[in-house]
């Protein structure tokens, strides 16, 4: 048989080579030989990697993170649009809850509280609408009261995580004011000498009427800044949130002393005289309110010889020795201070023995730039630098007597002499004072603006008194970024109106109590004391003098003042709340067209209905009409047969129900004896 052909086995130098299917592998497979050798791990880096990782995730610490060179803190956030001019913020709504109003209804009365903000005509027809809807507005504000409330009550650390770095800057503030004080009063130790009841607690029996009378601003000393328009620029802000610790953490200057001691005398020949600062009247008039607030201050009592009338003297208190709102605000209010006072930041004007002069801008740089020789020198964020000029400061005395009016029409007068910056003057002539200048930090600007603190308010009122201002102002910032939120003008009437319905407080009864504690302090024999409030007697004041013998209730002065760094860890435990204001729309309202203290409205511009649940009622079984029978009257026999016979029923059955119950009865007893 005939022997095949053998097959072509193609070209030899193809033979023996491996399949296609080889060459056809990607260059990410595990088995190519190029791939293998672009990705091998050296051991020992390897080893290095893994050590370093199991340590981060070991300690859990942010080392690892970027931080920022300005502040040397980790940022927040990795992104940040300063392109447009909103705020970024959105109100916290997780549950999706809605307003009871729609978004006409919610922007109608967003431009009537806007008119009212900016003092302008309301519409007729959103008053209409304001007036509408008034009871919804009312009920759904409790709603997102309580939902702001158990907000900030979960997210507290968080909320106030901004504040580290303003408590940081206090500390040093706090430590160069408290070297002052060492410095100028001895070290000596004090021990209680009596209690004087706090203000709260001084209620005259009768009924009389105290006022503020015969205000008269004597003189003023200092520059005081020219500021036609209050306005806080973003700039400015933005500058200190970085630079925080460049310009407060520095020593603030003494008030000058404009009352000398031959005008006391003088005063003194008539009638005794108090001389009581603006801080130190605060510290009577809202101590024990807040835990951030001053409890200490100096008060020397001594009498003239001539007339037997005491001079009382207050001295400005100690700084707080506890961190929260106020001890917030007074860090930016500083820092603003001194970051406006640098050359070309704002105008000025020098004002003594009643002459008004324009302070000139000084050069910033008096040096030639040609000078190759000048001496350099590279100063850190955190270091002081020595370019930076102190802050501009002024003081003015105003005189006024603390009149109290009894029942019959007698008037008894304290005459009291007050100490206070004034904050700005609207015309170069500077006869137009800015009745105050108020910086609000706002610690939850997603929510809207905070109701101002007793404290912020009697301070506001106060200086609109001393000043006789009309207007005051308050700039409110947010604590998170230092964006400005709201320019809010402040009234007497509705400083008054916020102490009424917030915290329950009269400003003529406080004057009343305040009358009736400085009659007490005129029964005080002269001497020099330190009046100091402890939480431990919360209805007194301490009145301490100094002793030459160290006991075991004894105190020294650097003992008080240094024995405790000041932190926020108490004011941070406390259940301390400040609820959102329902007539102040700020820039996040504006920019969410969401009306204060209010839920945002459905997009599709429909209202929520909130209805109660309505009980379910059973429906009523339908029977078949049935046929009508032809009405029937019966005898007088019949309808007593009737009657019997019900009766004899009812009888029968009232009988078997006895028997039912004395059977079961019997049957559960035998159960329990089984038992």
Sequence with gaps: MAKDPPLYEGNAVFRGQPSYKIFNKSFEHVDDALYTFLNEVDPEVLRLELKETANVFKSFNRNTALRDPRTDQVPGSTICDNSSGGTGYSFPNPLDQHSELNLKQQAACMRVLLAWQRSEPVDEEDFVVWQATEKKRCNEQQRVQKHIHDHELGRKEIIYAPMRSLVAVYRKWYELSVKKLLKRYPNESYVTFSGLPQLSQCKSLNSQTVSMEQVELERIVGRVRLWPEVKLSQEALSTLQVRLDRYAARETKDPAKLLSDEEKDLELEANNIFVLPLDSLLMLLTTGSYIDLPTEMFVSLRECPKSNHKCMEFQSPFPARNCGWH?????LKHAYEAYISQPGQAKWLHIENGAVKEVPDRLICEMSSTDLHMAYKLHTIDQH????????????????????????????????FSTLPIPAVKDSKGKK??????IKL??????????????ELISAWLQLKLLQADVGHCTRISLRDFKPMLEEKLALISLEQQLHDYYNTSMPQLLSNLYEFL???????????????????????????VTKEATAQSFKLDQLLTETTPSDQIFLTQSS????????????HEELQLLPCAFPAKANGRSVQRRKAAIARPEPERRAPGRRQPHKKFTAAQTEEFRRRCKSGQKIRARARKKAAAKEEKDQLEKIMTL
């Design 327 to 331: 001890t917030n605000s007074l860090v």
């Design 385 to 416: 630098s020595s370019d930076i000029v102190d802050a501009s400061a002024n003081t003015a005395l105003v005189s006024w007597s603390l009149r109290c009016k009894s029942e019959g029409d007698e008037y008894k007068d304290f005459q009291i």
């Design 433 to 438: 004072p800015l009745g105050c200048h108020l």
């Design 442 to 455: 706002e610690n939850k600007p997603d929510c809207g603006c905070e109701i101002m603190s007793k404290y």
């Design 519 to 545: 009659k007490l302090l005129d029964t005080v024999p002269v001497g020099e004391y330190l009046l100091r409030y402890s939480p431990k007697y919360k209805d007194k004041f301490l009145l301490c003098n």
């Design 577 to 588: 709340f400040l609820p959102i204001s329902p007539t102040l729309c700020s820039r996040l």
